[in-house]
């Protein structure tokens, strides 16, 4: 991963490093402090608890989501729109991998944590964006599995050989796919 600049965010990346190695509930500010050669109280000045820290990641990664949520409701509801929305999801994931890593490792401790409920609430906003009104169970569920199809490429792909941004091209064309005919009503198999 690479380090950012400031203290506050190295401070996060050591710690979401750490998160994903060994647990977040097995990790102490005691060893991220030590891992950024730094004092606790250093560490104190910028988070006070590992809860602090995870909440400042959450808010930081996924900003870009939230900045999409904002920028989708003020767009029309064409098909056009939702094949952007999905666009930037995809690039707001590529640049939160790391966030997302951490949560698909730690998910009992993201259920416990606030972090783990704003998470669900911009999964539903983004589901309601690319829905279809008065769709189909079925086209409902494909704009569901678009979603879950862009976070389960991320992991499902990320030791697969390849060029990491053709995987996510690849992810980012089934996720439209699914979605595109979801919203033209193409809907061919029937049981």
Known sequence: MMARGNTRQRIQDVALELFAEQGYEKTSLREIAEKLD??????????????DILISLFRDLTAPIDELIVWAREQPRTLETKQEILSRYSNALDSASPLFRFMQENQGTVRELSVGENFKDRMLALRDLINVPDASLADQVRCMSALFTMHAGMFAL??????????????????TELMSQAHTGMSTVTP
């Open 158 to 175: 990320k030791d697969a050989k390849g060029d990491p941004e053709e995987k996510r091209k690849a992810v980012l064309e089934v996720a």
């Open 38 to 51: 730094v004092t606790k109280a250093a560490l104190y000045y910028h988070f006070k608890t590992k809860e």
